[in-house]
């Protein structure tokens, strides 16, 4: 996505907006250079913030003299694991299975009445 070269922001609207988002919330972020950073607030300080974006090792130390524009984001992970419908599906064959198997054993257990040897 491109941006024109915008005018920074006021560096205290900025500190202030990435204060109130906080430590471990993601947000997004133009610079005065056009580039775009989106990633999870690591810190905050008096000049600058850092941002960690997905996939790269070292956060990103950003002036809030430099930021244009911000955008908060909620950035979505892959999770793991089974999505609900999944664990719906096995949890009604398990139920499934156990109806089956206890109508077997009573079948079973009524046709088979008093024929032990």
């Not at 919330?25 to 775009?36: F, K, M, T």
């Not at 499934?96 to 079973?108: C, M, Q, S």
């Amino acid at each position: 996505m491109a941006y024109a070269a915008g005018k920074p922001l006021d560096s205290a609207t900025v500190k202030e907006k990435i204060a109130e988002r906080g430590v471990g919330q993601s947000v997004g972020v133009i610079l005065a250079d056009n580039a775009e950073i989106n990633g999870i607030i690591v810190s905050i300080g008096d000049q600058s913030f850092a941002l960690k974006s997905e996939g790269v090792d070292q956060p990103q130390s950003i002036q809030y003299a430099e930021v244009t524009r911000i955008q908060f984001t909620e950035i979505h992970r892959h999770k793991h694991g089974l999505s609900r419908g999944a664990k719906i599906g096995i949890l009604a064959g398990l139920g499934g299975t156990a109806l089956i198997v206890g109508f077997v054993l009573l079948v079973n257990a009524i046709f088979n009445k008093g024929y032990h040897d």
